[in-house]
């Protein structure tokens, strides 16, 4: 694998269900699979030529946002089954899962801070979920 980093010229997480915030980012969401954003597929399978590998261009379709604050977590974990405390869940760590009952990857990305990642063709209805599930935090 470290040679494989090195034919793509940024960095792999190694542990499992981990993340790096490299450019481009990538995720490691299963023994032989990576989430990586910020390069083409065109452009990673040229550099991983003679190494046997899939890659898959998915750029536009999926959603990505960055959720911060003090409720974030909970807000989070009011929606998926994954226990996102900084004990079980620390910073670096990602996971694909159900939340709001659609697939989504969330990633740790500070002690306040995470990521979500969506597929676009659900994104509107997780969009509507947070805001929703979010009001229910203001009481």
């Given at each position: 694998?470290?040679?494989?980093?090195?034919?793509?010229?940024?960095?792999l997480?190694?542990?499992?269900?981990?993340?790096?915030?490299?450019v481009?980012?990538?995720?490691?969401?299963?023994?032989?699979?990576?989430?990586?954003?910020?390069?083409?597929?065109?452009?990673?399978?040229a550099?991983?030529?003679?190494?046997?590998?899939?890659?898959?261009?998915?750029g536009?379709?999926?959603?990505?946002?960055?959720?911060?604050?003090?409720?974030v977590r909970?807000?989070l974990?009011?929606g998926c089954?994954?226990?996102l405390?900084?004990?079980?869940?620390?910073?670096?760590r990602?996971?694909r899962?159900?939340?709001a009952?659609v697939?989504?990857v969330?990633?740790?990305?500070?002690e306040?801070?995470f990521?979500?990642?969506?597929?676009?063709s659900?994104?509107?209805?997780?969009g509507?979920?947070?805001?929703?599930?979010?009001?229910?935090?203001?009481?």
């Amino acid at each position: 694998m470290a040679a494989t980093a090195a034919l793509l010229g940024f960095p792999l997480p190694m542990a499992p269900l981990s993340w790096s915030e490299s450019v481009p980012s990538a995720a490691r969401l299963a023994p032989r699979e990576w989430l990586i954003r910020g390069g083409s597929a065109a452009a990673i399978s040229a550099r991983l030529e003679g190494v046997d590998h899939l890659c898959v261009e998915v750029g536009p379709g999926r959603r990505v946002w960055r959720l911060a604050g003090a409720g974030v977590r909970d807000l989070l974990s009011s929606g998926c089954a994954i226990d996102l405390h900084p004990a079980a869940f620390p910073v670096g760590r990602c996971v694909r899962t159900r939340l709001a009952g659609v697939e989504a990857v969330i990633s740790r990305l500070d002690e306040t801070g995470f990521e979500l990642i969506v597929e676009s063709s659900v994104a509107d209805y997780v969009g509507a979920w947070l805001r929703d599930a979010a009001a229910g935090f203001d009481r």
